[in-house]
């Protein structure tokens, strides 16, 4: 079936320290998978951070950056340099062209130290 | 300010009880969505809309019923209560066309006793 599986955390990481976190999926009966990185702040809602829709395309957002890699089907986070503010909870989602249901993966939660 | 508003915020219920979630989004959206998340759990999909009518359906129970009064509006009742159903529901909702990345509500924090 369709899965998405990511770093389970929580990850701790320093400021200024590089970040990455690990996203693979599974996408047996979608075609063309479209993959998205959402991130939850302390306190606040769900919000998308990067999608990236086509395979070996890299998308970014807030120094964060993805590459959709379909021969690994992977399609990790990066970040080059974390600041406080980046702690947060994580998300990969696989969906469909048609914006049907997203599958989610567990969240990683990410605590940046000071 | 929110685009995408559910409330309440939280919610505590005792078992049986009947609770509806109220979600309404202001961003021009066609589409509109139930997600829950549940302790420890990945979001899991639960229905999703489209023009107000129903396109897909992943809840096994049918004390979930999504309610469309209005285009922005997708409310979700829930009857007969259980404890397994604590858990947070959010709202989401996207535009049309192809490619569309949903875009979440805050979420209502739903505690059954």
């Known amino acids: 079936g369709d899965s998405v599986t990511q770093t389970e955390g929580p990850v701790t990481v320093s400021e200024s320290e590089s970040l990455i976190i690990n996203c693979t999926y599974s996408a047996t009966s979608i075609a063309y998978p479209n993959l998205f990185w959402y991130v939850r702040y302390p306190g606040e809602g769900l919000q998308l951070l990067l999608k990236?829709?086509?395979?070996?395309q890299k998308g970014s957002s807030r120094g964060f950056e993805a590459t959709y890699n379909k021969e690994t089907t992977s399609f990790h986070l990066q970040k080059a340099s974390v600041q406080e503010s980046d702690s947060a909870v994580y998300y990969c989602?696989?969906?469909?062209?048609?914006?049907?249901?997203?599958?989610f993966g567990t969240g990683t939660t990410v605590s940046v130290s000071p | 300010d929110p685009k995408i508003i559910q409330k309440p915020k939280y919610l505590v219920a005792v078992t049986g009880s009947e609770k509806i979630l109220i979600c309404e989004q202001y961003?021009?959206?066609?589409?509109m969505y139930w997600y829950r998340q549940s302790a420890k759990k990945p979001l899991e999909f639960m229905f999703s809309y489209s023009y107000q009518k129903l396109m897909d359906n992943q809840t096994a129970s049918s004390r979930f019923q999504p309610q469309s009064s209005k285009k922005n509006h997708l409310d979700l009742q829930i009857t007969a209560l259980k404890p397994d159903d604590s858990a947070t529901y959010f709202c989401?909702?996207?535009?049309?066309?192809?490619?569309?990345?949903?875009?979440f509500g805050e979420g209502t924090r739903l505690s059954v006793l």
């Open positions: 990236v829709i086509t395979a070996g």
């Open positions: 961003l021009g959206h066609n589409a």
């Open positions: 989602a696989l969906g469909d062209q048609g914006g049907r249901a997203l599958i």
């Open positions: 989401a909702s996207s535009p049309r066309g192809n490619n569309q990345a949903p875009l």
